[in-house]
């Protein structure tokens, strides 16, 4: 990273970056969603152009403009995410998955306006679990529809029983990707921020600690380990 023009290691690459935060209709006016900003993501499909990759971004619902130099897809919900992603991820080289899709979403979508009760009832919302888009790519055989590269990312608390890089360990293994970036936000917040403290971890056993830093300095340490794994480039 820097003021120089970074080496062109991911020219002849294609690659898709998702990144912002999933929202799942209740009713005309109102979702569930999350305070992701979309920053991350835009930090790495903006390091991928700078070093010569063909960059898809898949975007949910951020309100950052283009990135210039990349192709840009608009989606709103997990589902719409989904078909996104697996259609831009058909013959890419890698995946980078810096979204955060929502879980969940309503089993139903009320078509009119929910309404107050005057009995002071609140409706119960009943939730389904949406399809694992990171998951459902990794557990592709390589090829065509499966980039030899995959990456997630998972903000990790720990808890009483396991610590960030334990749950993330487990995380990586249970989603099949060959690299999970790990953001330890045990102590505050990282929505939003302007900077990441982060770990990556690779299926291969490795793990690269990134150290504080922007959201562009990530991302540039994100490709650089995608770099080091992928093949020659085809001819
Ligand atoms: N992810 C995905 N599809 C989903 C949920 C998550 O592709 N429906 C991806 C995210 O983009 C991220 C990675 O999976 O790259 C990890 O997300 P995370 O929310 O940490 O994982 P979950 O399996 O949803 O686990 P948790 O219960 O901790 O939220
Ligand atoms: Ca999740």
Known sequence: SGDAAPAQDLAG???????GGTREPLDPVRFLGNRSSGLQGWALARAAVARGASVTLVAANATLPDPAGARVVRVETTAQLREAVLAAAEGA???VMAAAPADFRPTE????????????AAPPIALVQNPDILREVAARPVGPTRPGVVVGFAAETGDAHAGVLDLARAKLTRKGCDLLVVNDVSGGAVFGSPDNDAVVLAADGAAVEVGHGSKAHLAHAVWDQVALRLGPVPP
């Open 109 to 120: 979508v009320s078509t009119a306006k929910i309404k107050k009760a005057d009995d002071g």
């Open 13 to 19: 690459r294609r690659v898709v970056v998702s990144a």
């Open 93 to 95: 080289d890698a995946l």
